[in-house]
Nanobody, 124 residues
Framework: QVQLVESGGGVVQAGGSLRLSCAAS????????MGWSRQAPGKEREFVAS???????DYADSVKGRFTISRDNAKKVVYLQMNSLKPEDTAVYYC??????????????????WGQGTQVTVSS
């Protein structure tokens, strides 16, 4: 059994920054393409970003230019650097591994089980 654990969330003022981390806990985990999604209160979960095993990123238009996804394959950790945060970025953020095949996808169903999430709150 493998559990993905997100961390790094918190409360920040608009314009501020946060860095989220995602790491595997327990069992064997194959780190391939990894993705981040988020869900705001009363809203459907949406794709945020993904990164291939080789480091090629893909971003939702709403975060492009502000967020940066990266990974450390040696440490088996995936990061989401969030800059210029806006109140509309307030959500619970989740990570998951892409199911085979490993090409880029923005469909949440193409990813495996999402983690427990970490709360990000951006005040105006």
């Amino acid at each position: 059994q493998v559990q993905l654990v997100e961390s790094g969330g918190g409360v920040v003022q608009a314009g501020g920054s946060l860095r989220l981390s995602c790491a595997a806990s327990g069992g064997t985990f194959s780190w391939t393409r990894m993705g981040w999604s988020r869900q705001a209160p009363g809203k459907e979960r949406e794709f945020v970003a993904s990164i291939s095993s080789g480091g090629a990123p893909d971003y939702a238009d709403s975060v492009k230019g502000r967020f940066t996804i990266s990974r450390d394959n040696a440490k088996k950790v995936v990061y989401l650097q969030m800059n210029s945060l806006k109140p509309e970025d307030t959500a619970v953020y989740y990570c998951a591994a892409r199911r085979s095949p490993q090409g880029p996808s923005r469909a949440l169903a193409d990813f495996g089980s999402w983690g427990q999430g970490t709360q990000v709150t951006v005040s105006s």
